[in-house]
């Protein structure tokens, strides 16, 4: 007969009976000896955390890269739009002196798309140092004809991913006019 055992005192003042103080026989499998496995259920999961380790880890580095190099892309499009501005202005600099004096309007001169060239070889050279460096500069286009009013400068900035494998290199490009202008007479005799 399979007996409880009623552990602490007995509620509302009632007495023990000798059959409740007996000890109680064990219904549990016997202990598995120590060279064999537990049994294992259908639901067991070892092994899992390892799985959803790695599959964590992978992405983080994805994530990584994707801000690490995210950031160098937009910072490529910036250097892009300011070496293009720049180079607008050293075409829109570029004025004819004679027809400024003549007629007192500045007007681009010739040579202007040279000093573009110039300066965007000048900015590659500057930038190809450092973490996010660039790892080339391209003058794709200039229109600036002499005696115009407008320069205008299409720039190509190419920039090498932080973390090599995941992403290709960037390669931004950004375009910027420029006029010339003599003091605060814009359009007006100097």
């Known amino acids: 007969m399979l007996t409880r055992l009623r552990t602490g005192p007995a509620p509302w003042g009632e007495k023990r009976h000798a059959e409740d103080q007996a000890p109680a026989l064990s219904t549990c ?5 120590p060279s064999e496995a537990p049994a294992r259920g259908p639901n067991d999961e070892h092994g899992s955390v390892t799985v959803f380790t790695a599959v964590f880890a992978i992405a983080v580095i994805f994530l990584l890269a994707l ?14 739009m300011d070496i293009a501005g ?25 040579g202007a798309c040279t000093a573009a060239a110039n300066l965007v070889r000048n900015y590659g050279q500057l930038l ?5 460096k ?3 500069t391209v003058m794709v286009h200039c229109v600036a004809p002499p005696g115009s009013e407008r320069a205008t400068v ?3 900035v190419s ?11 960037f390669h931004e490009s950004a375009q910027a006019s420029a006029i ?7 359009g007006g005799v100097c």
């Open 134 to 136: 660039v790892t080339s």
């Open 159 to 169: 920039t090498r991913p932080l973390v090599p494998g995941i992403f290709a290199a």
């Open 67 to 80: 801000i690490l190099d995210g950031g160098s892309a937009l910072n490529a499009k910036e250097r892009a």
């Open 29 to 33: 499998a016997p202990p598995a000896r």
């Open 128 to 132: 190809s140092h450092g973490l996010d």
């Open 86 to 110: 720049q180079a607008a202005r050293a075409a829109a600099d570029t004025i004819d002196l004679q027809a400024l004096r003549a007629t007192g309007v500045a007007r681009i001169g010739p």
């Open 180 to 186: 010339p202008e003599c003091g605060i007479n814009i």
């Open 154 to 156: 299409l720039v190509t």
